[in-house]
């Protein structure tokens, strides 16, 4: 469980990225983080594991104080994996690149290889074992910091911007790897401006804005409220902003699912005919 | 990363501020020259006092500060080495007479190494404040009316430019290798040393890449078509910078004139 008391945050340049924020979050949850560049949400997930220490506040990972322990500790339990692949790659070959952290963290050469080779599959990454990182393209990259990550199995895994430069099929294929990390009980963080990668995967939403947290809630509940959507500078999903136009209709407006809109319309269709 | 912290120009205004630099590149190189003909400390102590009301004037006294305590680590292996080595050898040194053995000598040769460490801050000192004082742009202008041809120019102002946006990028991929498990400040001094390979090697690809990306990006945008610039704003020397580089040029003269004809006495025996 992670929980964040009153954090407040400045940078040592003088801007004051996150004011008295409190969240919890439970284990096995699904939470994506939503806002305005700038709202302080890469600054709010950099706390998790430590990265960066409140200014004032604590923030607490299953009850230990990320001020007292070092970034190396919490992050055995918390998975980071950066928005930009090439912020971290550096080694020779794929394998390496996976086994970089389950060598800081100690681990038993022959776990290793078995934690390497699983976790390369994991991610079809298995053709490309010998591949040196920066030869592969930017998506392949990106599932390579992900597998160096997964590889140590940490009980929670961030992910910040995982969509952006994804091409559809890749989207697809996180959303359904969310799913298989949330049926194993991982608490999965995701921050995000696509909204529509949001409504498809329905997680628990928090919306920021200024450095502060606007409102949280269930997926549908966020990000059908004009007001809310709009002061965290998003905008709701097509399929909502449909619904939203068509209300003097009777059509419901609380919708971000595609099959929960194709039942409604048929619905709305055999009432009028 | 304190040492660039000294050398990140902020746009403030002060009288220092608004010197050409080509004034003020002449009164660094000058202080150069005379930092390194002096091998005694009490020139050297001059000289880093000399350069104070700069400072102050400038009123960049923070970052000046921040800069010279970057330095403090290689100023100390300077004189660490050259105690070291001084001591090994002390052939040249006055004062010493081979081998190292008395009070005095040991005296000297403290004055020696010490000399050789202050001579390194005056550079970083007088550096520091040419960068502190000097856009990169006002430094780009300044290299392209020297008749240094406009791809220099650009190369170099870029860099400069681009330092702040490295040192942004280091810390991010910090971060990440932190959020891995690495722990930077463990292990003996090799394996201190080795904890930086993963830092720098995406730095430098990152660096690369960088540099190729914003040379397409400008090859779009036509840049080199014409071969003859002109610039919106053009450096004029004004009285004040002239009195900059006359005041540096009678240091100059002053300095030769004190290293030829006088014999400037040992810090120690001058406070017998």
Known sequence: MIEVKNVSFTYPNGVEALQRVSLTIRNGEFVAIMGQNGAGKTTLIKHFNGLLKPTS?????????????SVATLARNVGFVFQNPDHQLFCETVEDEVAFALRNFGFKERTIKKRVAWAINLLDLTEYRKTSPFMLSG????????????????KVVILDEPTIGQDHKQKERLRQFIVQLIAQRKTVIIVTHDVEFVAECNPHVVLMAQGNIVAEGDAKQMLTNPDLVTQASIVSPQITQIFLGLANLGLPTDLIDIHEAREALLNFLEVTS | MSVFDGLRFRRVS???????????FFYVVVMF???????????????????????????????????LRGALFLA????????????LSPGGIPGIEPPVDTLSEYLALLERSLT?????????????????????????????????????????????????????????????????????????????VRNYIPILIPLIVSAIRRSLELAEAMESRAWGTTKKRTNLYVLKMRRADYALAFVSVLMLIFAVYVWRFISIPSLIAFLR
């Open chain 1, 57 to 69: 506040g604590e923030v607490l990972v299953d009850g230990v104080n990320t001020r007292k322990v």
């Open chain 1, 139 to 154: 998506g392949e990259r990106k599932r390579v910091a992900l597998a160096s990550v997964l590889a140590w199995n940490p």
């Open chain 2, 14 to 24: 002060s009288p220092i501020h608004r010197l050409d630099p080509r004034a003020k």
């Open chain 2, 33 to 67: 020259v005379i930092a390194v003909i002096f091998n005694e400390l009490l020139p050297l102590i001059v000289l880093f006092l000399v350069q104070m009301p700069f400072v102050f004037v400038a009123g960049v006294q923070r970052e000046w500060i921040r800069s």
């Open chain 2, 76 to 87: 100390v292996m300077i004189f660490a080495f050259n105690f070291v080595f001084g001591y």
């Open chain 2, 116 to 192: 050789m460490a202050l001579r390194f801050a005056v550079l970083v000192e007088s550096f520091s404040v040419f960068f502190l004082t000097t856009s990169p742009d006002h430094l780009g202008l300044a290299l392209e009316q020297s008749h240094v041809p406009y791809e220099f120019c650009f190369a170099f102002t870029t860099a400069v430019r681009f330092v702040p946006v490295l040192a942004e990028e280091a810390q991010t991929i910090m971060d990440a290798q932190k959020a891995r498990g690495l722990e930077l400040e463990r292990g003996n001094f090799i394996k201190r």
